[in-house]
């Protein structure tokens, strides 16, 4: 199942950056398309006024993921670790956190629901991990408490 695929038609105005300034920070995303039909989230992660992260989400009519178990996402990034996070249900605070790393070439990167671990504001929740029942929001999110720039340019985001 596609969740999104990235093409030179694509209409990303459903994409939304929420950057650590809704907390003070002074970190800066940006959403945009590339030349090559791809998604591209690039901008620079600051430490000051206790920020550090950056991320873009996407929020869509709930669905029924009950018959995958797994995210594959092609994907090219900076040689940096980011989070792809999902939420079943928009009401919810809390995320599910999905870990991966990039290696600065084009690669699918492919993260199980049973690994994705519920978390609020970079803290661990005592809830179980995801079950993979519904989906209504999907985000990337770079925040290693570091200040560095970032680039990820992603090609598409599918269920298996």
Do not use: C
Not at 15 to 35: A, P, Q, T, Y
Not at 88 to 105: C, H, L, M, P, V
Not at 129 to 158: C, P, R, V
């Amino acid at each position: 199942m596609n969740l999104f695929d990235f093409n030179t038609h694509t209409d990303i105005t459903d994409w939304r950056v929420i950057n650590d300034g809704v907390m003070g920070g002074l970190s800066r995303g940006k959403f945009s398309m590339n030349e090559e039909g791809h998604g591209l989230f690039t901008g620079t992660v600051s430490l000051a006024n206790n920020g550090g992260f950056a991320s873009v989400r996407h929020r869509f009519e709930t669905l029924d993921v009950s018959k995958y178990s797994e995210v594959s996402i092609r994907l090219k990034g900076d040689g940096k670790p980011y989070q792809f996070r999902i939420k079943a249900d928009t009401s919810q605070r809390y995320s599910y956190i999905g870990n991966f790393e990039t290696s600065g070439e084009w690669e699918t990167i492919t993260i199980p629901f049973s690994d994705m671990y519920p978390a609020f504001r970079g803290q661990l929740l005592d809830l179980p991990n995801y079950s993979g029942t519904i989906i209504s929001e999907i985000a990337f999110l770079i925040g290693n408490k570091k200040e560095e720039t970032f680039k990820l340019e992603i090609d598409y985001i599918k269920l298996k």
